[in-house]
């Protein structure tokens, strides 16, 4: 199985700060990589498919990147309502895994 | 506008079954594979089960091996998840989830306890 090796596992950052989360993958995904935010209570929402797709309606301040086995989720100007659990997932291989998620909170 | 909704989740004494259930609309449903994953309280995302478009792939996490069984009937644009021999650790939210550009159900919880 692929395994996905997110981080931080947590981080505590100022309204208006860019915040990076990353995710690894055990072997290369082509770029099957997507992002969701998840906040208590609430399903998992997509922001970020194709590893650097923006969903529809997903703020512009989400941005997606990397290739290979490596990917990260930057989020520009951190806002009050981003504080959430953040996962990355890999769909390229079945079982389609997930990272260990990033708790985001504002300081 | 794609939808997803799970149901069949409640309270189930260990070692008993539950059948979950999820209705997809607002796609395609037999070109689509489709997955389950859960989450326990407090935890993160588990991805636990994934059969093909045709029905005739399917995948278990070690977890649930022997135990669930995953199905569909796309003549109803249904996914199910027949679960038996339940434990404690098997309490969680059930997501129904699609594969391509995925979308997810709002979930439908399982609680396993006596």
């Known amino acids: 199985d692929i395994q996905m090796t997110q981080s931080p596992s947590s981080l505590s950052a100022s309204v208006g700060d860019t915040v990076t989360i990353t995710c690894r993958a055990s072997q290369n995904i082509n770029n099957y990589l997507n992002w969701y935010q998840q906040k208590p209570g609430e399903a998992p929402k997509l922001l970020i498919y194709?590893?650097?797709s923006l969903h529809s309606g997903v703020p512009s301040r989400f941005l997606g990147s990397g290739s290979g086995t490596d990917y990260s989720l930057t989020i520009n100007s951190l806002q009050p309502e981003d504080v959430a659990t953040y996962y990355c997932?890999?769909?390229?291989?079945?079982?389609?895994?997930f990272g260990g998620g990033t708790k985001v909170d504002i300081k | 506008e794609v939808e997803l909704k799970e149901s069949g989740g409640g309270l189930v004494q260990p070692g008993g079954s539950l059948r979950l259930s999820c209705v997809a609309s607002g796609f395609t449903f037999n070109s689509y594979d489709m997955n389950w994953v859960r989450q326990a309280p407090g935890r993160g995302l588990e991805y636990i089960s994934y059969i093909s478009n045709s029905g005739e792939t399917t995948y278990y996490a070690d977890s649930v091996q022997g135990r669930f069984t995953i199905s569909r009937d796309n003549a109803q644009n249904s996914l199910f998840l027949q679960m038996n021999s339940l434990r404690a650790e098997d309490t969680g939210v059930y997501y129904c989830t699609r594969d391509g550009l995925p979308y997810w159900g709002q979930g439908t919880l399982v609680t396993v306890s006596s």
């Open positions: 194709a590893a650097s």
């Open positions: 997932q890999q769909s390229y291989y079945t079982p389609r895994g």
